[in-house]
């Protein structure tokens, strides 16, 4: 099994910034893609941007250009730094991480953090 643990999320004023972090431990043996999704209330979980172990990386389009995801494959961390916040990103933030182990994928999910962004 592998856990995540996310930190970072928190209240914040429209334009400001906050920076995720969730870290992986436990059985680990070669995580290949992790993530940031979210889930606003009423709404489906989405994607927001995810990374693999190379760094490719890819972005929800209402995200693009404010957002950067990034990884630190020594530490199995990976960081959302949001920048100008708007309201409508307030949602909480899980993270993901796919793992494959003799062929089988497994996916895992962190507890969630929440961000919410005034107006």
């Known amino acids: 099994q592998v856990q995540l643990v996310e930190s970072g999320g928190g209240l914040v004023q429209a334009g400001g910034s906050l920076r995720l972090s969730c870290a992986a431990s436990?059985?680990?043996?070669?995580?290949?893609?992790m993530g940031w999704y979210r889930q606003a209330p009423g709404k489906q979980r989405e994607l927001v941007a995810g990374?693999?172990?190379?760094?490719?990386?890819n972005y929800a389009d209402s995200v693009k250009g404010r957002f950067t995801i990034s990884r630190d494959n020594a530490k199995n961390t990976v960081y959302l730094q949001m920048n100008s916040l708007k309201p409508e990103d307030t949602a909480v933030y899980y993270c993901n991480a796919d793992q494959v182990v003799a062929g089988v994928m497994d996916g895992y999910w962190g507890q969630g953090t929440q961000v919410t962004v005034s107006s």
């Open positions: 436990g059985s680990i043996f070669s995580i290949n893609v």
């Open positions: 990374i693999t172990s190379g760094g490719s990386t």
